[in-house]
Structures are given as structure tokens and as C-alpha cells.
T-cell receptor
Framework: GEDVEQSLFLSVREGDSSVINCTYT??????LYWYKQEPGAGLQLLTY?????DMKQDQRLTVLLNKKDKHLSLRIADTQTGDSAIYFC?????????FGAGTRLFVKA | NAGVTQTPKFRVLKTGQSMTLLCAQD?????MYWYRQDPGMGLRLIHY???????AKGEVPDGYNVSRLKKQNFLLGLESAAPSQTSVYFC???????????????FGEGSRLTVL
């Protein structure tokens, strides 16, 4: 079945870059997503990439997709304390979206 | 627009009690979902609906029932609550089919349920 895996924790210093990695199993996914969850809130879409793209850049965010290795990464440049949150990788398969376990990003001032 | 609204936001139940979580969306979305979130396990799909009057099982459907009598509402029921159902429950919706639909899920703020 479909599966999405990502590491559970990442700690960086303020101003450094953060890189969160994810692997997925369903090669037929049309879109891959990064969602952000702040404490006590629901998830919000941060960015997404279409499966025929290799890279997408959106201000401080860079998404890289390696379809051969089924690997997705999210780079946050100049990480700020406000970026502290849980980041979920997800893939869309038909009617369903499958999520990874989430990576909790800690940003040290 | 309120987006996706879940009620109640918090609830404490005793084992064996029943309850219903209500999800309402005002975006005229076709698809609606119920997920549960547990530490270290991410979000797991319980049930979903691709239109009014339709429901389908997700990854972890046991112990839950759902109904979608109106397009804007998706109800999640627990008939006999168990401690293993202690979790945070999220409702989400998607616009539906179409070339311009990126499949973005819109989430409610969550309902925290504790079963003693």
C-alpha cells in the first residue's frame, strides 16, 4: 500500500537553512505536498509540486523532487523562530491523501 | 467564509459512551475526510466521502461510523468509545475533480477527544 516516511525531529539555529526529507511509495501520485501544523491548529498547505516537476521555489521555500528515488525534500532558507512547527509530507492518490508522520522543526534562537 | 468548522473542540468520554463529531464546510466542496492524529503516527484516514450520500472506509475505520446526508456536513460517530480512540480528530475537505484542482486539503482546527 501507499506509505510516506519522514524523520520525526529536526533542530536548527535561527538563520540557518532547514532541510526536511521524505520518501513515498506511490509512483502514480500526481501531486506531492508539504503541510505545516502550528500548535493547537489544523494543517495548512505550505507548498506543493506537480509530479512532472523537479524543483519548485517559493520565496524562502525550495521543494526538490526525485521521482526515480521517490524522494521529496523541503528546504527553508533563513529559518526563523516562527517556522517552528510540524511539517507533513503527503502524496495524493486518487481520492485520498496519505500523510507522513510529520517532522517537528525546532528553531533555536 | 468560515472554511471548515468542527464541533465540539474538546470532549471527555467514559468507555462505552457514544458521541458524534460534526464537521461543516461552507466552500461547496465535494470531498470530505475524517483523520485522526496520534503522536509519532501522523494523520491516518478514518473515513471519507466523495459526495452527498456517499461514504467509504479509510485506513482505520473500525469503531467509527460516518454519514454525509448534506453536502456541507460530514458526521463522525463513535458508538461505544474505547481508550484507544483517545486522539485529535481532524476534518478536511477538497474542492473535487477538475483540471485546476491541486488536491489541497482544507482542515478544521481539530477536536480533542479523551476516553477514560
Amino acid at each position: 500500500g501507499e506509505d510516506v516516511e519522514q524523520s520525526l525531529f529536526l533542530s536548527v539555529r535561527e538563520g540557518d537553512s532547514s532541510v526536511i526529507n521524505c520518501t513515498y511509495t506511490d509512483s502514480s501520485s500526481t501531486y506531492l505536498y508539504w503541510y505545516k501544523q502550528e500548535p493547537g491548529a489544523g494543517l495548512q498547505l505550505l507548498t506543493y509540486i506537480f509530479s512532472n516537476m523537479d524543483m519548485k521555489q517559493d520565496q524562502r521555500l525550495t521543494v526538490l523532487l526525485n521521482k526515480k528515488d521517490k524522494h521529496l525534500s523541503l528546504r527553508i532558507a533563513d529559518t526563523q523562530t516562527g517556522d517552528s512547527a510540524i511539517y507533513f509530507c503527503a502524496e495524493s492518490t486518487g481520492f485520498k491523501t496519505i500523510f507522513g508522520a510529520g517532522t517537528r522543526l525546532f528553531v533555536k534562537a | 467564509n468560515a472554511g471548515v468548522t468542527q464541533t465540539p473542540k474538546f470532549r471527555v468520554l467514559k468507555t462505552g459512551q457514544s458521541m458524534t463529531l460534526l464537521c461543516a464546510q461552507d466552500m461547496n466542496h465535494e470531498y470530505m475526510y475524517w483523520y485522526r492524529q496520534d503522536p509519532g503516527m501522523g494523520l491516518r484516514l478514518i473515513h471519507y466521502s466523495v459526495g452527498e450520500g456517499t461514504t467509504a472506509k479509510g485506513e482505520v475505520p473500525d469503531g467509527y461510523n460516518v454519514s454525509r446526508l448534506k453536502k456541507q456536513n460530514f458526521l463522525l460517530g463513535l458508538e461505544s468509545a474505547a481508550p484507544s480512540q483517545t486522539s485529535v480528530y481532524f476534518c478536511a475537505s477538497i474542492m473535487g475533480g477538475g483540471a485546476t484542482n491541486t488536491g489541497e486539503l482544507f482542515f478544521g482546527e481539530g477536536s480533542r477527544l479523551t476516553v477514560l
